[in-house]
Structures are given as C-alpha cells and as structure tokens.
C-alpha cells in the first residue's frame, strides 16, 4: 500500500489552496494532488493542473469548461465542470484524504458527500460547521470520519488537545487579531472605504475572509464552529483580541491548566498538520523566535463597536437555522460592501435586519437549511435596497 497520501483541494486557487499545493510541494514523498478545483480562476487552474499533475480538475463555472478542458488536452487529466462534478470527485476511491479550502456556504455539500464517503477531512472552510454543525458532526460521527481543522484557532485547540482527549475543557479561548481596526471606534468605521479594510496587518487571505477579520465576523463564525468541532457550549467558547497572531488559542481544563500552542502567522503550519496527523513532517518554514515578540498583548473585544461578533454569540445561543441564516446574511453583506453597495457598518445592520425577518426552525435537515440559505440571500438583497 502506497504511503504516499493523495489530496483532493477544493479550492485550490484561493489562499488555503495555494499554501496546501506549496506543503504538497515540499513533500512529494508524503502527498500528492489528486483532485484540484477552482470556481472562476481557469488560468491559476490549468497552471496548477500542469504543474501537479492531478487526476481530475474541476472548474466550478460550467461556462469555462471548454477552456480548461482545451488547455489540458494533451495531458491525462480529467476535465469536469459544475457543483455536481465537485459534490462527485470528493467520493473518489482515489482520494485519500478532502482539503474543503473553499470559501462561503459553497464548501457545505461536497464536505458531506466526501463524509458520506468516508474520506477524512482537512476542514478550511468554517462556513460549512457555522450553516449545518450539527448535520456534518452527527455525519462525521455516523460514517467513523475524522475531521482535522485547519483553522489556525481550530488547529491550535485541536493540537493543545493530543493527548488530552480524555480530560473534559472548562473552556476554549480563541485568539483574534482585531484586524486593521482594532481600536477605532464607530466614527472612524462608518468612513471606512474597502481598500483600507483589505489591509489585513498579519495574515494574507481572500477578500471575502479579511473583510471578515476585520469586521471580527470572522472570529464570530470561528466561536460556532469551536462549538461543533470540539462538542462545547456556547458558555464554553471564549474571544480575547491578541494582535501580533502568535498564540493561535488556548485551552483551560479543569484543574485550572492552560495550553497554548504559539508560532508565527504561517496557514502553512496548521495546513501541514491536518493532512500528516498524527505526524508532525519537518518544515522548513521560517521560526518563531521569542526576542522578536518581546511584548504580546491582549484585550477585551469590543461587541459594542465590532456588532458582527456579538451577532454571532446571539445566532449560535438561539441555535436551529440562525447560524445558517447568520451566514448567508454575511455573505450578501461581505460582497455588497466589495461592490461599494453598502458601507461598512451597515453590514452589521443588514445581518441583524435580515435575521429579524427569516422564520425560525429549531431542528433543521438539510433541506431546510438549504431553503433557509436561499430566503435569506433574497431577503438581503431586498433589505439593501432600503439601507
């Protein structure tokens, strides 16, 4: 049996997927890629494809399937388009292990189809716990799969836990940067343009992700999938503002003990981890040395200025379809703020808006979740138009 482990990327072309080809890169005697996919970006995707050499490729956009499948004719790779395509290839029997590294309520249904399919998964994409964690863990629970977060808050609890799986958490402390406005107070927020909020001071990551951090919706969306991921109450779930991003989160037990795992604001190193646990593979990524951190600070979030994050506690305490709604709310809102439709604070307004008006259900299957994510884009876009 190979030990050669193959990997599906969903999402290859963004942030995560890029800095999972590079682990990939450097490990050629441990991984491969065997299925790369990438919604709208052909050119990074055929690019990808003629380097790594995978199995299959598939480009979400149905209408760019002639250009990719011509650019990649004289290779033996296989060309699919559609999300049909991608909820398929995650069930490969070729696949070893799923990297979900897609952005939005996007990455929710091939992550249960590779479930379904007993593959594990090296989970990226927060949104699919934040829309259905209760769905995707009593799934992971049913076919026997492991789910590895690749989150770096998520990772960090995940690796504080090896060894401790069988001491209860009094509670999880996640770390949250504050984002290029930490400490700017509503006036200053309500000029701010989207160049400035693009700027993230520590981490590079996709547009949709960095207006996340720094409206701290990102850290809001990281406390609902803490709660899925790690079995935990929502008293249970902590937020704290640490802005150099070395302590990636911490874990109290029982007795009082803290753990803490630290290093540099490198996706790599939590990417790595996912996909080669329980090993940890040397790196030969750049240290972390303490007399360049001499101070590191902490601070109170401020949920009165920075709303997107109070929202959050208040979706995942009501629990049912808020936290679906709360996503697809924060969508909408993300990308009309990209497109110069609404100002910055008025997303908080448009969440809180559009989750006063979606019906609550307490116990939602799937298809419910998927009729709550429609009603909620439609009533956002209508709330807009008012704003």
Known sequence: MSTIKRVAILGSTGSIGTQTLEVLTQHPDKFQAEVLTAQNNKD???????VHKPNVVVIGNEALYTAVKEALSSEPIKVYAGANALADVVQMETVDIVMTALVGYAGLLPTLKAIEARKPIALANKETMVVAGDLVTQSAKKYRVNIYPVDSEHSA???????????????????????????????????????????????????????????????????????????????????????QSIVHSLVQFEDGSIKAQLGLPDM???????????????????????????????????MSTFRNLGL???????????????????EIAVAAFLQDRIRFLEMSDLIEQTMDNIGFIEEPGLEELIQTDKETRIISEQIISRL
């Open 268 to 302: 790599r190193i939590p990417i790595q981890f996912a996909l080669s646990y329980p090993e940890r593979v040397k790196s030969n990524f750049p240290r972390f040395d303490f007399m360049d951190y001499p101070n590191l600070q902490f601070e109170k979030p401020d």
């Open 157 to 243: 609890i995940f690796q504080c836990l090896v060894g401790e799986f069988h001491n209860p958490i009094e509670k999880i402390i996640l770390t949250a940067s504050g984002g290029p406005f930490r400490g700017k107070d509503t006036a200053f927020l309500k000029q701010v343009s989207k160049e400035q909020a693009l700027k993230h001071p520590n981490w590079d990551m996709g547009a949709k992700i960095t207006i996340d951090s720094a409206s701290l919706m990102n850290k809001g969306l990281e406390v609902i999938e803490a709660k899925w991921l790690f079995g935990l109450k929502t008293e249970q779930v902590e937020v704290i503002v640490h802005p």
């Open 312 to 330: 959050a506690f208040s979706a995942l305490k009501k629990g049912g379809n808020a936290t679906c709604t709360l996503n697809a709310a924060n």
């Open 44 to 50: 990074l995707l055929i690019k990808q494809a003629l």
